[in-house]
């Protein structure tokens, strides 16, 4: 008997449909949805915003967020901005969220493949916050291999990164080792140095516009907390 291919099932699935799962059991629905995302709902998705329009976004333009949660840049996008708007996730719960705090004619799409559900040359911008954070360097290398397919000549990966060059981010690391060692970690914490964005947007063609720190801010909201990365398609 012929057997269809297999599909796999990675890691990041099963870790957030856990603890979205658990948050929602835990606490009152705006509260958990906002935990889910790591908190401070609102002023993080107006900073996220804010980078990006550092980085070109304009109005009329094409967005894909990719680990778009529940929704803190669709809901920040949406205040001020008209735009033709993707988000994707893993988990329904927050997909569901996200698309109550949007414009109407944002869509949302569950995603638990390595690739973009989207037609190659035809995004003028793909984020990636804390999602690179929660996946393995594999991982991230396709996902981006997928971006620079499916974003237009000139378009703009802009993505957040945990890195051991910043102090404040020592201190993820020895919680994920508490937390390890304890058998308690509730998702991957992966760190990702300079110059191994470095060397990734050289192999896959992306020209590095900007390598911002945690605690820096070229743009007028002040720092994320994790490092920022820009990066663009000749």
Not at 200 to 218: D, Y
Request: proline fraction near 5%.
């Amino acid at each position: 008997m012929q057997r269809g291919p297999v599909v796999a099932q990675f890691h990041f699935v099963e870790d957030y449909e856990r603890l979205v799962a658990e948050l929602m059991a835990a606490y009152p629905l705006d509260e958990a949805m906002s935990r889910a995302v790591g908190g401070r709902y609102e002023e993080i998705g107006l900073k996220e915003r804010t980078i990006l329009q550092f980085a070109g976004l304009r109005d009329g333009m094409s967005i894909i967020d990719l680990g778009c949660g529940s929704g803190r840049l669709a809901w920040a996008l949406g205040q001020s901005m008209k735009l033709n708007y993707l988000g994707i996730d893993i988990v329904l719960p927050l997909l569901e969220y996200a698309k109550s705090k949007s414009p109407p004619n944002y869509v949302f799409a569950i995603n638990r493949d390595l690739k973009i559900p989207a037609n190659s040359g035809t995004a003028d911008m793909i984020t990636g916050f804390s999602l690179f954070t929660h996946l393995l360097h594999a991982e991230t290398y396709i996902y981006l291999e997928e971006m620079y397919r499916v974003l237009k000549p000139g378009g703009k990966v802009v993505f957040s990164f945990l890195e051991f060059a910043q102090p404040g981010h020592w201190q993820v690391f020895t919680e994920t080792v508490t937390a390890q060692r304890n058998n308690v970690l509730p998702h991957l914490n992966m760190f990702i140095e300079r110059d191994v964005i470095n060397l990734w947007a050289g192999k896959l063609g992306f020209a590095v516009e900007h390598l911002v720190g945690a605690t820096e801010a070229l743009w007028s909201d002040g720092p994320l907390g994790q490092s920022v990365a820009i990066l663009r398609k000749p």
